[in-house]
């Protein structure tokens, strides 16, 4: 099965700087890959996504990075903003099945 | 659009009780899904379902029940609630299968004593 987790539990970045948030996954089989953010007491909300056929993706101030040669994927948050302080989650698999990381908190300080 | 609506919110069971969580879309979304959220841990698969009359068991399946009788509605039931229960409980869906953009409800906060 797969098997995702995150390099690092806790990031804190100073407002206005960029954040990379990191991503391994053990499955080569896995042909979908996307970042979820959840802030507290409220579910998921969808980031961005990437297809295992991409190395790249871009989104509003967001970028999502795949590298499928070490199986390692990044989220990259362009000047990071206060409202970005939040649990972002990796997530990778196929057609019915989705396997979630362990989660990275952002916090972002002023 | 009301999105993913889930009831109750926060729900407390005594040991043994059996109770039904309810997840509701108004998306016309094929897959719905459930996910148990505990501590220090990422999303884990309960259930899920690709469509109307089609379920499937997901990563944790043991101790639930999922049936799908409408696209709307995809309840999850307890048998026999046990403290190892305790988790912060969503129901998500999304347009065809997995690997597209999910949308997930608010949670439902289970304590089992």
Redesign the interface.
Known sequence: ?ES?GLHLPTLSVQEGDNSIINCAYSNSAS??F?WYKQES??????II?I?SNMDKRQGQRVTVLLNKTVKHLSLQIAATQPGDSAVY?C?G???????????TLLTVNP | NAGVTQTPKFQVLKTGQSMTLQCAQDMNHEYMSWYRQDPGMGLRLIHYSVGAGITDQGEVPNGYNVSRSTTEDFPLRLLSAAPSQTSVYFCASSYQSANTEAFFGQGTRLTVV
């Open positions: 099965g995702v042909d979908y996307i007491g409220k579910g998921p909300q969808f996504d297809r989650f997530a698999g196929s057609n019915y099945k989705l396997t979630f990381g362990k989660g």
